[in-house]
């Protein structure tokens, strides 16, 4: 019985949002001139522990707050930084460091839209590094 329960639960949730209308589609995200790219840590470099110092360019934008509310354009974001696949920071800056352990990372950046959105094309770069 329970699992007859979970079962329509998750039904319910996946069809939660949708609209009984047909032709209703996500609108799309929008595109995006600027680029990102991580200047430090370098693609295969070794780094000491426990701290990683991060530097990144974005050219053809503007950094606001990631808390910023106002609308969607694709000269304004912030940051997503991810260190292995979990977000690390949201921020505005080009510089800061990162907590690491020993061994090795992969280390993402993207440059997202004002309500955190990706941008479409995605604007996102990965370097892997050692910490040691």
Same mark, same amino acid.
Request: glycine share 12%; hydrophobic share 40%; charged share 10%.
């Given at each position: ?7 329509a ?5 996946? #069809?939660? #949002?949708? $609209?009984?209308?047909? #032709?209703?589609? /996500?609108?799309?995200?929008? %595109?995006t ?6 200047? +430090?840590?370098?693609?295969? +470099? =070794?780094v000491? +522990?426990?701290?990683?110092?991060? @530097?990144?360019t974005? =050219?053809?934008? /503007?950094? @606001?707050?990631?808390?910023? !509310?106002?609308?969607? $354009?694709? =000269? ?7 260190l292995? #696949?979990s977000? @690390?920071?949201? !921020?505005n ?20 839209a ?5 941008? %479409?094309?995605?604007?996102?770069? $990965? @370097?892997?590094? =050692?910490?040691?």
């Open positions: 019985m329970a699992a007859g329960l979970v079962a639960l998750l039904l319910a949730a996946a #069809g939660c #949002g949708r $609209s009984s209308g047909q #032709g209703q589609q /996500t609108p799309a995200r929008p %595109s001139q600027a680029k990102i790219a991580i200047v +430090a840590p370098a693609g295969g +470099a =070794t000491p +522990a426990p701290t990683l110092h991060v @530097v990144l974005l =050219t053809g934008a /503007t950094l @606001v707050p990631p808390g910023t !509310t106002q609308g969607v $354009s694709p =000269t304004e974001g912030h940051i997503h930084l991810l292995d #696949g977000v @690390v920071s949201m !921020t800056g080009l510089e800061q460091d990162v907590a690491v352990t020993p061994g090795s990372h992969l280390l993402e950046a993207e440059f997202v004002n309500d955190h959105g990706p941008f %479409s094309p995605r604007d996102l770069v $990965s @370097v892997h590094f =050692t910490a040691q």
